[in-house]
């Protein structure tokens, strides 16, 4: 399971290893589960967007999920 953020293609996490330098950006894989939780800590206006859960499966799958962020600034 890999994590992307969309807007600049991103891969934030792929297993449980996190590639990307803001340590706000984790997953969340409860053992012996099917979840795999993106979490963002603080999450921010800038981090609005589309972000993509991928499985390299065959055949490969994929899932898009759109962040919006509200509240006051």
């Not at 603080?42 to 799958?61: F, I, S």
Request: aromatic fraction near 10%; charge should be positive.
């Amino acid at each position: 399971i890999s994590w992307m953020r969309m807007r600049d293609m991103h891969i934030l996490t792929s297993a449980t290893i996190t590639y990307t330098g803001d340590a706000r950006f984790s997953v969340k894989h409860p053992e012996g589960s099917d979840e795999w939780r993106l979490i963002i800590n603080y999450v921010q206006p800038r981090d609005a967007g589309l972000y993509e859960c991928q499985v390299n499966t065959e055949p490969k799958m994929k899932m898009a999920f759109a962040l919006r962020v509200e509240g006051k600034q």
